[in-house]
């Protein structure tokens, strides 16, 4: 059950507590290192349905590596990844004859960090309620009065449980899902193979292995 709160009720019925929010962060690096290795095609759209278990993510990022030159092609992808209801996040990747490491695992380890403290649900908090007063204001009055805009509730931490969910991420972010971990979300780390704790890896509740998964492909 992870950290998942429960309530027991008269005659052994069981109440969840807790609002499930999840947070999926794909290192399209990694994904398209592991998958070539395989030589599979992943079908993003699926992957997200099956990882997210029917729930509207609070954030969901795929973070990527983008040539120096601009390339149609990878615009194209980029597209397709955004179709697929992720937010895309990259970086350039050096000119040719430039010998520089670029990895995306600083990104991914920031955003990690910030779900878990919630900067996510109050991005989405304000957004709604932009959303509301644009609403509202744009609303004929009949009173003649301005509409008064309410923020939004937002939920205490016992009334959430958090889940991150990384997919094929590097070793790079092993402390940031550990220090996610501490502050109390349930993390998940997904790729293509099983891994056990010798590999290093610290503050993961559940390990899964895609390539057993029977929706995701193309």
């Known amino acids: 059950?992870?950290?998942?709160?429960?309530?027991?009720?008269?005659?052994?019925v069981i109440k969840r507590k807790a609002r499930r929010k999840i947070g999926l962060f794909i290192d399209g690096a990694g994904l398209d290192r592991?998958?070539?290795?395989?030589?599979?095609k992943?079908?993003?759209?699926n992957l997200v349905k099956s990882l997210c278990s029917g729930i509207e993510p609070e954030v969901a990022r795929y973070y990527t590596l983008v040539p120096y030159e601009d390339?149609?092609?990878?615009?194209?992808?980029?597209d397709a990844v955004e179709r697929a209801g992720l937010e895309v996040v990259v970086k350039r990747l050096p000119p040719k004859g430039v010998k520089r490491q670029v990895s995306m695992d600083v990104h991914i380890a920031c955003d990690l960090v910030g779900y878990a403290y919630g900067h996510f649900a109050e991005k989405q908090a304000a957004e709604e309620a932009k959303t509301q007063a644009n609403r509202e204001v744009n609303q004929p009055s009949t009173s003649g009065t301005v509409p008064i805009i309410k923020e939004p509730k937002k939920p205490t931490s016992d009334?959430?449980?958090r889940i991150a969910t990384v997919v094929c991420p590097s070793r790079e972010i092993s402390y940031s899902l550990h220090l996610s971990n501490a502050?109390?979300?349930?993390?998940c780390l997904a790729d293509f193979g099983i891994y056990g704790n010798s590999d290093g890896w610290r503050g993961v509740d559940r390990w899964l292995d895609?390539?057993?998964s029977?929706?995701?492909w193309r």
Request: hydrophobic fraction near 40%; aromatic fraction near 6%.
């Open 210 to 212: 895609l390539s057993t």
């Open 214 to 216: 029977e929706t995701i």
């Open 42 to 45: 992943v079908d993003l759209s």
């Open 159 to 161: 009334e959430i449980l």
């Open 183 to 187: 502050i109390g979300v349930e993390t």
């Open 71 to 78: 390339d149609a092609r990878q615009f194209a992808f980029l």
């Open 34 to 40: 592991a998958t070539r290795r395989l030589d599979r």
């Open 1 to 12: 059950m992870g950290r998942e709160r429960f309530e027991v009720l008269k005659k052994g």
